[in-house]
């Protein structure tokens, strides 16, 4: 496998930029895990073993409605960011997997900067791929859209019978 040598803009990020990814990666792994879930538990239980001792009160409320609503808006960008790496990462791979396979359809690749009413043809394309696929002899058989018209195409005008070929004189041997 080759090395992709990314423009140095892109290898050399300020060091800010490094420990801010290190650091929301560790954090998103850490928020996932099961001691997170725990101390959030537990937080909660400690809050509401605490209301009897404020009296219930609105500063007693107020606590516990301000910490979740920082956690929450906090982890809604640390969740955000780890989707869209995820994401892009995925569709790199699946870019990759599309252009490697040889008869499969180039127009696939970097499919998600398509509008939604692109994909909407795109997506009726593949069902009337999916509907001649359910027609196929050859349960193995796999086409591109393109090809698959194609060859539907041929298959409609191989079901009118072929005209006899013209007669031929014979040839004869001297």
Known sequence: MSKINFPRTMRQRSRFGRVLEQ?????????GSAVAFALAVLVIVAWLVTGPLF???DTWQLVINTGTTVVTFLMVFLIQRSQNKDSLAIQLKLNELVAAIQGASNHLIDIEDLTEEELRILHGHYRTLAAMA???????????????AQ???RKRVMETPPAPPPAQPPVENR
């Open 23 to 31: 650091w929301s990666y560790r954090v998103t792994l850490w928020t």
């Open 55 to 57: 009296h219930y009160s």
């Open 134 to 148: 359910r027609q196929e002899v050859d349960l193995l058989a796999s086409h591109s859209v393109e090809e698959a």
């Open 151 to 153: 060859r539907h195409r």
